[in-house]
Structure formats: structure tokens, C-alpha cells
């Protein structure tokens, strides 16, 4: 369980830009130890620049691309032997990907970023995690996940569906962890329509972002933070929240089945124990 008589641990993923920025300068300027994981080099450099302008201090950084599991498999690593504890992990890292790729580990781009990396870092840190938290979204209402085919969103590929999916997959996960580790708090959140860099390669959807109502990461962000915070006897583990209430995601994301069985096929898919 976390320690709240020490200065706390959060590791956000994700981090270098977006909600998981706003939610690490929120934390730092709460007195959080953050702990900053991302991509691109650069942009994690910059969001350490304003995590320190926050907060005071320069966070750690950690670099991990999630397309690649053994990134995931290398910053589990390079964590556990940085801190003998995880007050909070925030699940945040994630894409939506417009076009049909297959990662270098077999898998659909969306599936393995937004769930299979978070799955297999948890799992690799399980036993120094306080609590988790993980960004899900509304968009699971459009996924159609199959456990026993995580690469189906591959045949006629439609961007929606695959990020739909991966965010089913993200709310699953979470009650099931909740189940399996009633000793770490869990919870998933849909953090809204916001505006970051999400499609940012496509000049429409970026055109979008800047034109419609999005809400700004810090708005996106409140309810990360929120959860991060909270006391856990106040909250549902293994819950979904948006706006920081507890709602009821759709039938398909809330199956105690469905959910024990994609546990089973991601543990086997990167290759660890169920």
C-alpha cells in the first residue's frame, strides 16, 4: 500500500505532452516526487523544463517507445532499480493510430501502445505499485474486443474501432486487476474529448483540435490527479470515472468475463504469467 507519510512516488506515462504532462505539473506542485515517461526525447526534455518550472525540482525522465515491448520490459527495469516503491502509476501513454501498422512484437499498433505496454509494465512492477491509474475513454463504446484475436481491429481497419478497442481493453483491465490485486487500488478514467496531440499527423483532425470545443490536458487531467489523490475508501477500485463521479461503462466493458479472459491472452501475448 502507499506510504502517505513519505514524500510520494508517481511515475506518469505519457507524459511528454498532453494529459500526462498537466497531470505531472499538477502532482509536482502538489510536492509529488514525478517521474516523467515518454517517447520522443526532445519533448520529454521540455516537459521536465516545465515539470521543474512547477514544481522546483527536475523530474526524473525515463525514454520508452510502448510499440515496443521490450522498451516496456527495459524502463520496468530501470525503475525497479530507481525506487524501491510506486506510490502511484498512472497509465497514461497511449495513441490513435489512422493507419494499419503491425508493431515489431506482431501486434496492432493501438492494442499493443494502449493496452499490452500498460498491461505488461503493471505486471512487471505489481508488487511496488500503491495504486494505478489508467487513462481509458468514452470511445470504448465503439470497440469490439476479442481476446482471442487481439490483431482483429488489423482486417478492414478503421482507426475509431482499433482506438475503441484498446480503450475496452483499458477497462477490463482495470477491474480485473482490481479482482486479482485487491492490495493496489485501480481505477480507470475517461478524461473527455480533449485537445493534445493525438492525430497529429493528419492535417484534418489537428485542424480539428484547434477549431472545435476540445477540453485543455489540464481539464483532462483533473480527474488523473483526482484519483492520484483520493482516499481510496472514498473511491471504487477497479471503477470507472469521468468527471470524477463513478459511471457505468457499456455492457462489453464491464464482463468479469470477457475481462479474465483478455487478462489470460495479454499475459500470454507478452509472454508473462497469468
Known amino acids: 500500500m502507499e506510504d502517505l ?6 511515475v506518469v506515462t505519457g507524459a511528454s505532452s498532453g494529459i500526462g504532462l498537466a497531470a505531472a505539473v499538477d502532482l509536482a506542485t502538489r510536492g509529488d516526487q514525478v517521474v516523467l515517461v515518454g517517447r520522443d526525447p526532445a519533448r520529454l526534455q521540455a516537459a521536465g523544463d516545465r515539470v521543474r518550472d512547477a514544481g522546483g525540482e527536475r523530474p526524473e525522465l525515463f525514454r520508452a517507445d510502448f510499440a515496443v515491448l521490450d522498451d516496456v520490459r527495459r524502463l520496468a ?33 493501438s492494442i499493443q501502445a494502449n493496452h499490452l505496454a500498460p498491461f505488461l509494465l503493471s505486471n512487471l512492477l505489481r508488487d511496488q505499485i ?62 473527455g474529448v480533449v485537445r493534445t496531440r493525438f492525430g497529429a499527423d493528419s492535417p484534418l483532425v489537428s485542424l480539428g483540435m484547434r477549431l472545435l470545443p476540445f477540453r485543455s490536458p489540464e481539464k483532462g487531467a483533473e480527474t488523473l490527479t483526482w ?22 461503462p457499456l455492457a462489453k466493458a464491464r464482463d468479469p468475463q470477457l475481462a479474465a479472459r483478455l487478462w489470460t491472452a495479454s499475459a500470454q501475448a507478452v509472454g508473462i504469467e497469468a
Open 227 to 248: 484519483l492520484a489523490n483520493q482516499d481510496p475508501s472514498r473511491l471504487i477500485s477497479g471503477g470507472y470515472y469521468y468527471d470524477r463521479r463513478p459511471r457505468r
Open 77 to 109: 527495469e530501470k525503475l525497479r532499480a530507481a525506487y524501491d516503491r510506486i506510490d502511484v502509476l498512472a497509465n497514461n501513454a497511449g495513441a490513435i493510430v489512422l493507419q494499419p501498422v503491425t508493431t515489431v512484437d506482431g501486434f496492432e499498433l
Open 130 to 191: 500503491g495504486r494505478m491509474v489508467v487513462t481509458a475513454s468514452g470511445a470504448h463504446r465503439s470497440g469490439a474486443l476479442d481476446p482471442d484475436d487481439l490483431n482483429a481491429t488489423l482486417r478492414d481497419f478503421r482507426p475509431y474501432r482499433a482506438y475503441g478497442t484498446s480503450k475496452q481493453a483499458n477497462i477490463l483491465f482495470t477491474a480485473e486487476a482490481a479482482r486479482r490485486w485487491p492490495d493496489v487500488p485501480a481505477y480507470a478514467f475517461h478524461p
Open 5 to 10: 507519510t513519505e514524500r510520494r512516488i508517481v
